[in-house]
């Protein structure tokens, strides 16, 4: 990072995702000050920043001009995919952001909005790029035992494995909009991608999700896999995508590797690929500045992760940063 590091602001500090970003940038000397929000007071990454602000949930009609009020007293200037609330909000007031000298380093949000339908992208890819097969709810599945999963939403909510009907009733109770998927029993990747910012994919880095709680990685191995590689640059390609992205993938029972989803923002465990070598996050701001980057290789590695605490003044609010 050069001399001019700008300030950053790290939406969804509560989120793996705004921690990862943190701790990257913590590990690569970023010079300049980071910035961190989200509705909770005593969300982690409001306790890691350098500044740190409580704003209203995405959704309520206040969180926008609160952001930007936040975005102008703190001087910031690029703002992070980081967050899967968030994103879509800060990408569709980009140009409001350009007009006060920041920079939206994320997706448009045509692609992000998209990307967060998962029946409407896989109808816009799936001739394109391997998928699983797919139906819509109330439809039958295309198989027996089925994966299922809510057509939008977050992490692993909603998400299991039916095995006849019955059991499908019971997910369909709780969320009527759902997606039904052929059972993919193979290895799952998680796939960190970095597209300029006019976008063009540039690098892929893939993880083997060795563990996984609430649909975060919590051991994973750093792979060189260049067919998935290779596939998740096209998918970054043909959507458009813009900055950091993390794309879902399974192998079916043929070995073939299939797309689950595809997300336009920072992976809950993209410090891996930072551990590999490839600090994405850094790369992201700088190409975002406009500056002329070279993208490292990487190497393979395991990460387990681990639990960590924090000491909060008393116990009840976190420190002002």
């Known amino acids: 990072m050069g001399p001019r590091a700008p300030c950053v602001l790290i939406p969804g500090g509560g989120g793996p995702a705004a921690i990862c970003a943190i701790r990257s940038l913590r590990r690569s000397g970023f010079a300049g000050r980071i910035v961190a929000s989200d509705p909770d007071p005593l969300s982690p990454g409001l306790l890691l920043a350098d500044a740190a602000a409580v704003l209203p949930p995405s959704a309520e009609p206040s969180f926008w001009p609160r952001a930007l009020e936040l975005i102008d007293r703190e001087g910031v200037k690029v703002v992070l995919p ?54 819509l709810a109330p439809d039958e599945p295309p198989a027996w035992p089925c994966f299922v999963k809510p057509r939008s939403g977050k992490g692993t909510r909603g998400a299991r494995t039916c095995r006849d009907r019955k059991d499908l009733a019971e997910c369909l109770a709780a969320h009527p909009d759902l997606l039904l998927q052929e059972l993919l029993p193979g290895a799952e990747y998680s796939v960190d991608v970095l597209s ?35 596939l998740c640059l ?34 809950g465990a993209s410090i891996f690929s ?11 701001i700088e190409l975002a500045l406009g500056r002329p980057v070279t993208v490292p290789d990487f190497r393979e590695i395991t990460v387990v992760r681990l639990h960590d605490e924090m000491l909060v003044n008393d116990g009840s609010e976190p420190r002002s940063p």
């Open 234 to 267: 096209d998918m970054a390609n043909l959507l458009g995508l813009r900055g950091p992205s993390c794309h879902q993938l399974k192998r079916d029972a043929g070995g073939r590797p299939k797309f689950l989803e595809v997300n336009p923002r920072i992976g």
């Open 196 to 230: 300029d910012m006019k976008g063009r994919a540039l690098c892929a880095i893939p993880r083997e999700r060795l563990q996984i709680r609430d649909g975060i990685t919590t051991r994973g191995r750093v792979r060189h896999e260049p067919e998935i590689q290779q």
């Open 82 to 135: 980081t967050s899967g609330f968030d994103t879509q909000v800060y990408a569709d007031h980009a140009d409001e952001l350009a007009r006060h000298g920041v920079i939206a380093a994320m997706s448009s949000a045509a692609a992000i909005r998209l990307a967060g339908d998962k029946w409407l992208w896989h109808e816009a890819v799936h001739d394109r790029l391997p998928l699983p097969l797919c139906r």
């Open 274 to 284: 930072t551990l590999a070598g490839a600090d994405l996050i850094t790369l992201t």
